[in-house]
């Protein structure tokens, strides 16, 4: 008489992705027969890079709507692999996987290092660099992102390059030129880009990775200024990895939810 032994649980696993990081780790963990993988975008982005595997789109209604969702679809552990500054998604992750019992961890690459010839000034948030930026430079390379270009709109003495993947809605003035654009970037498409629209600062938040980083190596070739809005405060109740890796590792301990 033979016996079988019984094969191990599936867990399912949430990713908040949006992320280089996030695409990573799902491709991991369809590979791995012992997961099953959901990935969730904002939706933002109107032609987002979609990861391997299952995948929602939109929001879930704040930490209640999330909660419930991850009870619905009996989730045995969320990575929230969003961008650095996604703060509310943070926060609402967090009050989630807290109600709703369900292993929670957050995957965050690491922010960028200044290098010699750096020319940073590095301020809290935006509004800080609103405030700082005319002391710097009066023709702008903007890169925080469609969502902030409204805070720069009112410097009108200055002319900006605002470079985002998607437009923003709201009009655009005169001074403010838009660049729809995707990384990665080279460095000699930055130089470039800045040599010809006589870039004399560079506004940036610390995203980390390498997709964008060649701006920084252009800047610091050309001895540009580089106006650095810094990343949000951890959450104190969060556990942080800075690799996909520590996240497959932290995800082979998550027992499976009973029920």
Do not use: C
Not at 131 to 139: K, N, Q, Y
Request: net charge positive; charged share 20%; glycine share 8%.
């Amino acid at each position: 008489m033979s016996t079988t032994m019984a094969s191990a649980p599936e867990r399912r696993v949430l990713i908040l992705g949006g992320t280089a990081e996030a695409r990573a780790l799902a491709a991991l963990i369809a590979d791995q027969p012992a997961l099953a993988v959901v990935s969730s975008l904002a939706g933002r982005v109107a032609d987002p890079r979609l990861p391997v595997g299952e995948v929602r789109i939109g929001g879930f209604g704040g930490a209640a709507g999330l909660t419930r969702w991850l009870t619905e679809h009996h989730i045995d552990a969320m990575v929230d692999a969003t961008h650095p500054y996604a703060t509310r998604m943070r926060t609402a992750a967090v009050d989630a996987a807290t109600t709703a019992g369900v292993a929670h961890l957050r995957l965050e690459r690491p922010g960028w290092t200044a290098q010699q010839g750096d020319r940073w000034h590095r301020v809290p948030n935006v509004d800080a660099a609103v405030r700082m930026l005319p002391t710097l430079g009066r023709r702008v390379l903007l890169t925080t992102g469609r969502q902030s270009i409204a805070a720069f709109l009112p410097l009108s003495g200055l002319w900006i390059l605002a470079r985002v993947v998607d437009a923003p809605a709201d009009p655009i003035p005169a001074h403010v030129q838009l660049l729809r654009s995707r990384g990665p970037y080279t460095l000699s498409g930055e130089l470039d880009l800045m040599r010809t629209h006589r870039i004399d600062v560079l506004v940036t938040k610390d995203s980390g990775g390498p997709l964008t980083e060649a701006k920084l190596a252009a800047a610091r070739h050309l001895g540009l200024p580089v106006l650095m809005i810094d990343r949000p405060a951890p959450l104190a109740s969060s556990t942080v990895v800075t690799t996909v890796e520590e996240a497959m590792r932290w995800l082979s301990g998550v027992p499976v939810q009973p029920g």
